[in-house]
């Protein structure tokens, strides 16, 4: 929080930046005093009403709100100079709670150290209570079951029945307790935590300063390559299906004919699924354009084709060197390969012999760099527009697609040699020589 000459107030929040006309007397006195270390909602208006009077009481409490709405202010429950928990963003009126009453922690709650601190979070509202203190820890675990003031004040050792009730009324006021007026219904738990930190970033823990910016362009992972044909584009705007009639007769195709695909073909899809278009420099670094959208223009996406039967085009695993357009020869055991082969076709009913099989994976550096916690949500929107497109494309052509739902994101990171949380599979898609029966 900076004040101005002016008399204006400019606070910085993680995801934005706020700016205050000039307050009176007695909300600038509070508000140096939030910044300096806090207060209880009373003392700060009594010192509102001592400057002020009681006239200053209502714009007071309008900034109040305004201040937690925006995230701007957290909750911290001390019991004399012992800090024990600490809730963002603050709960303006937390409930208070009753000492007949028993209390449940959500099943939707969850545990996570964080730099020096456990910190308990709530995806369904996005708050996070850092519990500083080891008896904090011991309510939360009390809470495993309906359970009692006092038999979570018994549980903790050393912490009073007010304290108890102030800690669970910071809970219950940040939706951590069980409430079944808010019950989760058929959430996973996973689903909902992806599903709310990727969709307002409140639990972005780290800013994009923080993350490594991981190059446009993976560096080659070999020198034993295949340069890939090349179609004419002005060829194919003349020529090609129309769209609508792709749409409509795009579908999922499992049967291959006995002749298998050529490598010209191959060349061709990845020239029209995924090469590079072109590179643009900024002040934020290199970027690149393809022919699928991407968040921020990361394009954190690699190709990694498995060839199993191929006209042109040894068995064996290969990178898409999107730029120049050609296959980057790489060594895997051959059983490992089998391996990815069975389970695709497992993926794919059981009854499909794959002729090639692309691996997608991401980059995550590459998105979380910018992104923080919504970047995985953003990979798999952009598998799917990916997947989107290696359809078109491949119903433009006659060749039959389908894509997988799953895959061995651990043994293909073995087999490229990364770190699993580096860069690992998150898409597989079949392509095959198209059947005559599947064609009519």
Not at 393 to 402: F, I, K, Q
Request: aromatic share 8%; with cysteine; glycine share 8%.
């Amino acid at each position: 929080m900076q004040w101005g000459r002016t008399g204006t107030v400019r606070l910085a929040l993680p995801e934005r930046t706020l700016r205050f006309r000039p307050f009176s007397k007695g909300i600038d006195r509070v508000l140096r005093v939030l910044a300096d270390g806090g207060a209880t909602a009373s003392k700060l208006s009594d010192l509102v009403r001592e400057l002020d009077g009681a006239a200053g009481l209502p714009p007071w409490y309008y900034c109040l709100d305004s201040l937690q709405l925006c995230g701007a202010l957290c909750s911290i429950l001390r019991r004399g100079e012992l800090t024990i928990a600490r809730l963002r963003p603050a709960s303006l009126s937390p409930p208070p709670v009753k000492v007949s009453s028993r209390f449940l922690l959500s099943r939707m709650a969850y545990i996570r150290r964080e730099q020096e601190s456990f910190v308990l979070h709530a995806p369904v509202c996005g708050a996070r209570l850092e519990l500083t203190d080891s008896r904090a820890l011991s309510m939360v675990a009390a809470l495993s079951h309906p359970t009692s003031v006092p038999e979570v004040a018994a549980a903790a050792q050393d912490i009073d029945d007010a304290t108890v009730g102030a800690f669970l009324s910071l809970l219950q006021g940040a939706g951590m307790l069980e409430d079944r007026a808010q019950d989760s219904g058929d959430w996973g738990f996973g689903d909902l935590v992806l599903h709310a930190s990727s969709r307002n970033g409140n639990a972005r823990t780290v800013t994009a300063a923080d993350r490594p910016r991981a190059p446009a362009l993976k560096p080659d992972m070999s020198k034993a390559v295949i340069q890939l044909y090349r179609p004419d584009l002005k060829d194919l705007k003349t020529h090609d299906v129309p769209l609508t009639e792709v749409l409509e007769s795009r579908r999922s195709v499992r049967s291959y004919a006995p002749v298998p695909l050529t490598s010209r073909q191959v060349g061709e899809f990845l020239f029209r699924v995924a090469r590079v278009k072109r590179v643009t420099k900024t002040t934020a670094g290199q970027f690149t354009r393809r022919l699928y959208p991407s968040g921020g223009a990361c394009y954190g996406l690699e190709v990694y084709p498995i060839i199993e039967r191929c006209r042109g085009a040894a068995p064996g695993m290969y990178h898409y060197d999107p730029m120049r357009h050609r296959l980057e020869a790489l060594t895997a055991n051959r059983s490992e390969l089998q391996a990815l082969l069975r389970r695709a076709s497992r993926a794919a009913g059981g009854s499909t012999t794959p002729q090639i099989l692309f691996v997608i994976t991401a980059r995550f550096p590459r998105v979380q760099w910018k992104y923080g916690s919504m970047a995985y949500a953003l990979v798999l929107k952009e598998v799917g527009a990916l997947y989107q497109t290696m359809y078109l494309v491949a119903t433009a052509m006659g060749l039959g697609p389908c894509a997988l739902g799953g895959g061995d994101p651990d043994l293909f990171s073995r087999l490229i040699g990364t770190d699993f949380n580096e860069e690992t599979s998150v898409g597989e898609f079949l392509l095959g020589s198209r059947a005559h029966d599947e064609q009519a």
